[in-house]
């Protein structure tokens, strides 16, 4: 077992450290203020290649593999967590599920400006009665000649506001249900009906835009079928695994930032005369955040290390997201705590960062939902079937 | 159009301590780095041949690490890197000796870029030795290359301003850094630069060098350590007074 | 077992011979005839070393001369000044230097000495230190070791110049103060020279490298202590006097004085320039970690039990803009 990484990816790591620090780090306090990206972030990330990571060079992508996303959202998750996000959801789902179930058409056409930033996606599966119950979606695709007209709401859409290329989860033949009667579309920006509707005002991950996306008989051609007629829950569900490992990545960035400074701090911050990281209260703080950290990073590399050798991963996609998210709260927690009233103004990024966190362990499905799956896989082998 | 860029791989000063007990650097916890220093040479040589086309070559070396840094070029857009496996001591001349062996085994080359020297790198800036290698002229102090119909214009740094010359290939020139900053290695290339056929990998016999040309012009001694940092001083006097003081004194450090 | 003539003279760190004529000894070389104090602070370090290997120390200078202080550098340690007309090129101070074989070239690391020094070495087979703060001469051996700041300047590491001429470029800011010692002699000679002429330059505007507060060599930090606007406008004008760029502490952002990406500390930017100036700041945790990684600290303020006074290397205890407005004075000289 070698647990160090390969040559290529320290050196993606390292220029990964230096484009965040130089391009993410000064504007993520503006993007969080704002609740808006800012477009020169977006900008540079797309020509710098990092929209499009882990998908083959064919398609435009980085060709770095599941390995290079979970360093790149690594990265972001402790630098500014909306820009993950933002980035988890171009990359981890959007492109993820049109790379996943589309056919070689459908990528040439569309990877390329994706993975280039020139367009961003976004994943289209939230609805108002649908959402840890993914098979309970409203949205309707009626085929119409050599078309499909899809009619239907979707919320709290992570992108949509600047999204250009949608995958959009629709139900083509109620009578069949999850199991075959739902279809996965790739709807543009410009087709006629296609709006944006609320915008959310969030506690957290702020500098990341969300919105409700309108669908009103909007008409796509059948070309648009994102892979086969009916095999939509079957690839959404597939995307979502991925993307609950990048969310586990980055919510293990987010806990060593909160543990880096953590330390740093402590060992600056003087009171009764010396070093508050003398106090065993503190170190206890900082020894326990430690090991949650160190296994968290265990657990997310290896489980990167089992989707790029083509291994089933969903019960560890799972855990990761669970755990990561648990992790990444309970650490950022001490954080505030350690950094005193300081890490409760404004001022300081860990408040933000506190606010950011708590979103980890609702999206890309509940830790509740994450517990069913881990546990349909644990039980599955004793002929247990486990159901929400 | 070939231009050959020198690159170093050194050490990351942050990383280095100074032992004031042993009197030496304590390198424990030392990362080795490309000189980021050479990082502006080899944007300044990228620039130029996305502007007329050619071919830009990173002359790498070093020991077994060094690969590293041969291989970062080639993601950060050089088209193939030379890395030359030399574990001996790497003094200028050493140095000079082993990159200008190089441009001539790769059959020439119109510009060699350089480089200044890094904070820890003792074998110093290579531009102007180089030149006098290669019987070729000197650039020194490039900022920017300029590409237009008439031919090749460096602007270089001129007491405090810029001037601006002709470029008369062949030649060499000493790049520092300009107002871009140099370009990220891009993923798709971070993918491949650890593939084969984008680094060769050459030796002194190779190149038909022997020991005597190889040998060092200078060898490393101990440290000399200045004054501990002590914190906490007060300058008293009149303002006037403690600014005059306080001027001389970060003059002799060379602060102001 | 007994000493042969060399090891006593290795011992005694001097020669017995009488130098003779123009060859060998320390050379001293203003490529622009200029001999400003630094460059006699040179020739002083040249005299050093020359003193401690036995030998004479030349000063060449070029441009005929042109503004240079013969009878200074001679105060200075020069036993000769040579003057030749032009400037040298590599080449041409090679050619000068081949027969007379020098045991060290000194050159001043200026635009000058910089473009000089690297070539003249290769070119004659010698040694450089391409940045030297000090030049000794080891007494066993008698090698010339330079001194090249590591780590800005935190340290110095020996560089041991193996092979004749012993080329140094030599930052003339970090030598000592010079020589004048009116009881010295020395001549004045022609080389009987005529180099180049310096080449005629199209100046144009330097690209800009934009100085921001991340890579500033030196910044100025306002603080509460400043009171009142007039207060900031001496930081500000500090800050020009140093060529640095001005910043605040939290106060100085609620005063308005600078915006949220001036700010420095934890809440801000942390910043690791060479020189941090805090005028009227009393050191939170929060701002003294911003600066932990300056190079030096300088604070002014007026409470000499404030957090930031053990922290700083250096205190003011005083009103903040009035020392602000001397030192400005005093760095302008």
Not at chain 1, 112 to 139: M, Q, W
Not at chain 1, 307 to 321: F, H, L, R, S
Request: contains cysteine; aromatic residues 6%; proline residues 5%.
């Amino acid at each position: 077992m070698d647990f160090t990484l390969p040559k290529h990816l320290q050196l993606f790591k390292e220029m990964l450290k230096e484009f965040a620090e130089t391009e993410v780090r000064p504007k993520a306090k503006k993007m969080d203020a704002e609740g808006w990206p800012d477009p020169d972030v977006v900008r540079k990330l797309g020509e710098n290649g990092l929209l499009g990571i882990p998908f083959p060079t064919k398609y435009g992508g980085g060709g770095l593999g599941e390995m290079g996303y979970c360093l790149l959202m690594e990265t972001m998750g402790g630098v500014c967590t909306s820009t993950a996000t933002l980035i988890g959801a171009h990359i981890g789902i959007g492109v993820m599920a049109l790379y996943l179930g589309g056919t070689e058409e459908q990528k040439k056409k569309y990877m390329p400006d994706l993975c280039n930033g020139r367009k961003i996606a976004a994943f289209c599966l939230t609805e108002p009665g649908a959402g840890s119950d993914a098979a309970g979606i409203k949205t309707r695709a009626i085929k119409d000649g050599n078309s499909w007209v899809i009619t239907g709401n979707k919320i709290y859409i992570t992108n949509g506001p600047i999204a250009d290329v949608f995958t959009v989860l629709a139900v083509t033949d109620p009578a069949l249900g999850a199991r075959g009667g739902v279809t996965a579309f790739i709807v543009e920006k410009g087709m006629p009906g296609v709006s944006v509707g609320t915008v959310e005002h969030k506690m957290g991950i702020r500098g990341s835009a969300t919105s409700e996306m309108i669908f009103d008989e909007v008409v796509v051609p059948s070309a648009n079928v994102l892979g086969q007629v009916g095999a939509g829950f079957v690839t959404f569900m597939a995307t979502l695994d991925t993307g609950r490992l990048g969310l586990g990545a980055a919510c293990l960035g987010g806990a060593e930032a909160a543990l880096e400074s953590m330390c740093k701090y402590a060992a600056g911050r003087q009171q009764f005369g010396k070093p508050i990281a003398e106090k065993q209260a503190i170190q206890w703080m900082i020894a326990d955040t430690a090991s949650e950290v160190e296994a968290l990073r265990s657990m997310v590399y290896r489980t990167a290390w089992m989707v790029d050798t083509n291994q089933p991963y969903t019960k560890e996609a799972g855990i990761c997201k669970l755990f990561g998210s648990e992790v990444a709260a309970r650490a950022i927690n001490r954080a505030v705590q350690v950094h005193g009233a300081l890490g409760y103004t404004r001022d300081f990024w860990i408040e933000r960062a506190w606010r950011d966190a708590r979103i980890a362990e609702i999206f890309e499905g509940t830790n509740e939902i994450q517990r069913i799956v881990i546990a349909e896989q644990m039980l599955r082998p004793y002929g247990v079937r486990v159901r929400p | 159009m070939r231009i050959v860029v020198c690159m170093k791989q050194g050490i990351d000063p942050k990383t280095v301590k100074i032992s004031r007990s042993r009197e030496e650097l304590d390198l424990r916890e030392a990362r080795p780095q490309t000189q980021p220093e050479d990082k502006h040479a080899l944007e300044a040589a990228l620039r130029i041949r996305e502007a007329r086309g050619g071919e830009v070559v990173a002359v790498v070396v070093g020991s077994r690490s060094a690969e590293d840094t041969a291989r970062e070029a080639v993601a950060m857009g050089a088209d193939k890197a030379v890395w030359i496996v030399y574990k001996g001591q790497r003094s200028g001349k050493t140095m000079t000796a082993l990159v200008k062996a190089a441009v001539e085994r790769l059959g020439g080359a119109d510009l060699v870029l350089a480089g200044q020297g890094g904070d820890l790198d003792t074998a110093g800036p290579l531009a102007g030795r180089l030149a006098a290698a290669l019987g070729w002229p000197l650039i020194a102090d490039a900022l920017r290359f300029d590409v237009e119909p008439a031919g090749l214009y460096a602007v270089a740094a001129f007491e405090g301003k810029a001037t601006r010359l002709p470029v008369v290939l062949p030649a060499v020139a000493e790049v520092i850094p300009g107002a871009e900053r140099p370009r990220y290695p891009h993923p798709s290339r971070i993918a491949v630069a650890w593939n084969d056929g984008y680094v060769e990998t050459w030796n002194a016999a190779e190149m038909g060098l022997e020991e005597e040309a190889l040998a060092a012009d200078a060898e490393m001694g101990g440290l000399v350590l200045g004054a501990e940092r002590q914190r906490g001083q007060v300058i008293g006097g009149s303002p006037e007074q403690a600014a005059e003081e306080l001027a001389g004194i970060l003059r002799g450090k060379r602060l102001l | 077992m007994g000493f042969d003539l060399s090891d006593l003279q290795a011992l005694m760190g001097g020669s017995f011979e009488e130098p003779t004529g123009e060859s060998g000894g320390v050379w001293v070389v203003s490529p622009d005839g200029l001999i400003d104090d630094a460059m006699l602070r040179l020739i002083g370090k040249g005299r050093v070393v020359a003193d401690a290997l036995g030998g004479y120390v030349y000063l060449l200078a070029g441009c005929n001369g042109a503004g240079a202080d013969t009878e200074g550098a001679i105060r200075a340690g020069a036993d000769k000044v040579l003057t030749a007309g032009g400037m040298p090129t590599v080449n041409e101070l090679a050619d000068f230097f081949r027969e007379r074989q020098p045991q060290a070239v000194l050159l001043p690391r200026n635009r000058l000495g910089k473009a000089l020094g690297p070539g003249l070495a290769q070119t004659l087979g010698g040694s450089l230190c391409p940045y030297a703060a000090d030049l000794a001469v080891d007494p066993i051996y008698q090698r010339i070791v330079a001194h090249q700041p590591i780590l800005d300047d935190a340290a110095r590491m020996q560089v041991i110049l193996l092979a004749a001429p012993a080329v140094a470029v030599m930052e003339t800011a970090l030598l000592p103060a010079a020589f004048n010692e009116p009881w010295r002699q020395g001549e004045v000679g022609d080389t009987q020279l005529m180099w180049s002429e310096p080449p005629s330059h199209e100046m144009v505007d330097r690209p800009a490298r934009p100085i921001t507060l991340k890579t500033s060599p030196v910044v100025v930090v306002a603080g509460q202590g400043l009171t009142d606007d007039a207060g900031f406008a001496a930081a500000m004008e500090l800050a020009d006097a140093l060529g640095g760029v001005v910043a605040g502490d939290v106060t100085a952002l609620d005063m308005g004085w600078i915006g949220e990406e001036s700010l420095v500390g934890l809440t801000g930017e942390t910043i690791g320039p060479e020189l941090v100036i805090a005028l009227g700041v009393d050191g939170d945790t929060s701002f003294m970690m911003g600066v932990a990684e300056a190079g030096c600290l300088v604070a002014a303020q007026a409470d000499a039990g404030a957090p930031i006074v053990p922290f700083a290397d250096y205190n003011v205890v005083g009103d903040p803009a009035e020392f602000a407005r001397a030192f400005a004075k005093a760095a302008r000289g």
